[in-house]
């Protein structure tokens, strides 16, 4: 069974920098799709950006241009480098992996708490 594993949340002060790392169990290789997602205290459930073995990449509106999502197979790790914070960007923060990019998430972290102050 796969297993994800989030880290590198914490508190930081609006306009300030976290990198997210997601590290797996197994060979991230064999993922067509990875992944961040997060839910913030009374909203929904959001996709946050996705990353294809393709390295085709999206990214919600509300994070283009701040947030940058990687993948390095050989340390089997997928990374969010989120810049430029906004309280909003308050949230659990998930990691995803999937065998087919066209279908949900296979797979997922227990997630990471990112609080963004004013």
């Known amino acids: 069974q796969v297993q994800l594993v989030e880290s590198g949340g914490g508190l930081v002060e609006a306009g300030g920098s976290l990198r997210l790392s997601c590290a797996a169990s197994?060979?991230?290789?064999?993922?067509?799709?990875l992944a961040w997602y997060r839910q913030g205290p009374g909203k929904q459930h959001e996709l946050v950006a996705k990353?294809?073995?393709?390295?085709?990449?999206n990214y919600a509106d509300s994070v283009k241009g701040r947030f940058t999502i990687s993948r390095d197979n050989a340390k089997n790790t997928v990374y969010l480098q989120m810049n430029s914070l906004k309280p909003e960007d308050t949230a659990v923060y998930y990691c995803?992996?999937?065998?087919?990019?066209?279908?949900?998430?296979?797979?997922w972290g227990q997630g990471t708490q990112v609080t963004v102050s004013s």
């Open positions: 197994g060979s991230i290789g064999g993922f067509n799709l």
């Open positions: 995803a992996a999937g065998l087919r990019w066209y279908s949900s998430p296979d797979y």
């Open positions: 990353i294809t073995t393709g390295e085709i990449i």
